[in-house]
């Protein structure tokens, strides 16, 4: 085996815990059941009850690294693993914005996105502008959304719902709120951010009924 960090060390130790000894008592009660019935003799029964021990750590082995490879997956769909690329550049825009020229830079922006209306980062920082500078909470909603649905990278897709989430809950749409919310705990399922996405949504639900 490879070197393991004490993380792995412990999520290891959880699994073996958890489902080893159920592992082993259900296949026993599966050996025995099979015995009695007479389906296999007293010999195959112990070598059965022998087997009991690989099967057992195989299984362990099985569901560690599933669940280690399901989280590393998500890990580095949230953080990129490292491996960022850098963000484009845009000049003209970044000497407006430095100028406190916002409004010129979001024109920039949009005409740049007539040419290339794929550029989901020019949407994002034009939708960042409407959304901090220009008081145009519906252009910043609608660059987002576009960003999100004109992109397969899934860190924008992630930066997008995140973006939409903090602009619902600024302007009070509680409604959309609740949409990206359900719609961030789902994807994310089993993460941090997921969970808390999970339980701010059930806290909005009870409020609302209440």
């Given amino acids: 085996m490879r070197d393991s960090d004490p993380v792995d060390s412990m999520l290891v130790m959880r699994v073996g815990l958890y489902f080893g000894p159920?592992?082993?008592i259900v296949l026993t009660a599966l050996w025995f059941k099979l015995l009695v019935e007479g389906t296999i003799s007293t010999g195959v029964f112990v070598v059965l009850l022998v087997a009991n021990v690989p099967i057992t750590l195989a299984g362990i082995t099985l569901i560690y690294r599933s669940i280690s490879g399901t989280a590393t997956?998500?890990?580095n769909t949230l953080t990129a693993g490292g491996d960022i690329p850098s963000p484009p550049s845009y000049?003209?825009?970044?000497?407006l914005i430095a100028q406190g020229k916002h409004a010129?830079?979001?024109d920039y922006f949009r005409d740049h996105l007539r040419v290339d209306p794929a550029d989901c980062?020019?949407?994002?920082?034009l939708a960042e502008l409407c959304e901090r500078y220009l008081a145009d909470?519906?252009?910043a909603e609608q660059q987002y959304l576009e960003a999100r649905r004109g992109s397969a990278d899934l860190r924008r897709q992630f930066a997008a719902t995140n973006a939409l989430i903090d602009l619902y809950r600024r302007t009070g749409r509680r409604d959309r709120l609740m949409v990206e919310l359900a719609r961030f705990a789902e994807r994310y399922r089993g993460t941090p951010r997921g969970d808390a996405?999970?339980?701010e949504l059930k806290e909005l639900k009870a409020e609302a009924r209440g």
């Fill in 73 to 75: 997956f998500v890990a």
């Fill in 104 to 106: 010129e830079a979001a």
């Fill in 91 to 95: 000049p003209n825009q970044d000497v």
């Fill in 121 to 125: 980062d020019a949407r994002l920082r």
């Fill in 197 to 199: 996405a999970a339980r």
């Fill in 22 to 24: 159920a592992c082993f």
């Fill in 137 to 139: 909470p519906g252009g």
